[in-house]
């Protein structure tokens, strides 16, 4: 990128742009003009659909196979609205001619062009264009069973190489608080800002009191290396201050657990502890350990997060975690959430890869002393860096929220949802 087209994105400030309506990204999971050009050679639906096998493109999209026995496969259901707390009993049938969810509470079901409408939230003509490339029906070889994104989404490299030792405790520890329903508590701090305890409880927030004696025994367990590389415990095999104190029975040290993920890991690898009962000066407790973070959220349906993420047409990038919540419980499905936290640590230009999907992206951060201004502008670079001035200005808008009045702020007056949309229609316009 020129020095001229960064100077350019830096004074570009926080005007709403307009969407990307030709795209110049490279990935080969987004259109390209040779899709385009497939799709206009109007080939009867029924040949695609005789030429892709669902089990195939469920794999090629990332839906998470479980079982690839028999005729049917049996997978984890990505239709959230149909399952309140995850898909933990995988309950998608996938065959080589369709797919059919059997939970009582979804009932999803399609063909080939349903599954690519439905995960990469396309129409029927796109979808059409896409399964072309897939099935190799334009002449170029099919593609194959792991696209550039989804590479980049699940088996992305990270700053951090994450010790086994680590994985293995909090593997164990999700493992215990993963069917845990919300606490009283839990569900009266949510709701006192505006959040649906279901949204958060679905999103992988937990209270880990009913089990704090359960959580002591477990972690019990482990090695000291174990114990030392779980950031649950300090060089003298001291545990975690707060923690400590919630299996002391403490109710003042009682609280939210916000979980801290990395794209190529499916359940937590840290937390964010907010107290039920903050001080003046503490509100939320990070786990010690390297600050892993800085993405929140977790694979609690079909896709890890960044892989919802990537997969969704709208795309709002804030930090915080209650605002995070909020967005997602405002907006629902209209949008996916991509929320940070210490962000003191930089923004990661592969998150931006994960973000080749989306065609509108919102930015909106805290205007908290400069600093949400300094990061606003570096993910706003790091999109100009992959995706070239032009195509950032078509598809990316930013909104800067005052210090002392952010979105779980608005989401609680019923304003969050309104802006968000103000924002996003602004794009393409």
């Known amino acids: 990128m020129e020095r001229g087209e960064i100077e350019k994105a830096k004074n570009l400030g926080d005007r709403v742009i307009p969407e990307n309506k030709a795209s110049h990204l490279a990935s080969p999971i987004i259109f390209s003009g040779t899709a385009r050009e497939a799709g206009r050679m109007k080939i009867e639906a029924e040949q695609v659909k005789a030429a892709v096998d669902c089990r195939d493109l469920a794999l090629h999209l990332g839906i998470q196979i479980t ?64 399964l072309v490339d897939h099935a190799g029906l334009n002449g170029n070889a099919p593609s194959g069973p792991l696209p550039a994104r989804q590479s980049s989404t699940r088996k992305a490299p990270s700053r951090e190489t994450i010790p086994e030792a680590r994985l293995t405790v909090m593997r164990a520890f999700w493992d215990r608080l993963e069917g845990l329903p919300l606490t009283g508590e839990a569900e009266a701090w949510l709701r006192g800002r505006g959040i649906s305890p279901l949204v958060a409880a679905d999103l992988g927030c937990r209270d880990l009191w009913p089990v704090r004696q359960e959580v002591q025994t477990l972690l019990k367990r ?155 502008d570096e993910i706003y670079l790091s999109m100009v860096k992959r995706w070239g001035l032009a195509a950032t200005e078509e598809r990316v808008a930013r909104c800067l929220l005052p210090g002392n009045d952010d979105a779980n702020d608005m989401h609680r007056r019923g304003e969050l949802r309104p802006l968000v949309q103000q924002r996003l229609a602004g794009i393409g316009g």
Not at 103 to 112: I, M, P, Q, R
Not at 251 to 279: A, I, N, Q, T
């Open 67 to 130: 079982k690839k026995t028999g005729a049917n496969w049996t997978a984890k259901c990505f239709n959230i609205q149909g399952h309140k707390h995850g898909d933990r009993n995988p309950s998608l049938s996938i065959g080589r001619d369709g797919f059919n969810c059997f939970a009582s509470g979804c009932g999803v079901k399609g063909d080939c062009f349903t599954l690519v409408q439905r995960l990469r939230g396309c129409d029927f003509k796109e979808a059409l264009a896409y």
């Open 222 to 376: 482990f090695s000291v290396q174990e114990k030392l590389a779980s950031g649950f415990f300090n060089a003298d095999e001291k545990l975690w201050g707060v923690l400590a104190g919630a299996i002391g029975g403490r109710e003042d040290e009682r609280g939210l657990l916000v979980p801290v993920c990395r794209p190529e890991h499916d359940f937590p690898l840290g937390w964010r502890w907010r107290l039920y009962r903050p001080s003046a000066r503490v509100k939320v407790i990070a786990q010690p350990g390297g600050g892993l973070a800085p993405l929140l959220g977790l694979q609690t349906f079909a896709v890890s997060l960044l892989e919802r993420v990537g997969n969704h047409p709208t795309t709002i990038i804030c930090e915080g975690e209650p605002d995070w919540l909020s967005l997602y419980d405002a907006l629902q499905a209209d949008a996916a959430v991509l929320g940070l936290c210490a962000i003191a640590r930089g923004w990661e230009d592969e998150w931006t890869r994960c973000l080749d999907g989306s065609q509108k992206v919102l930015i909106m951060v805290h205007d908290d002393e400069g600093g949400g201004q300094k990061l606003s």
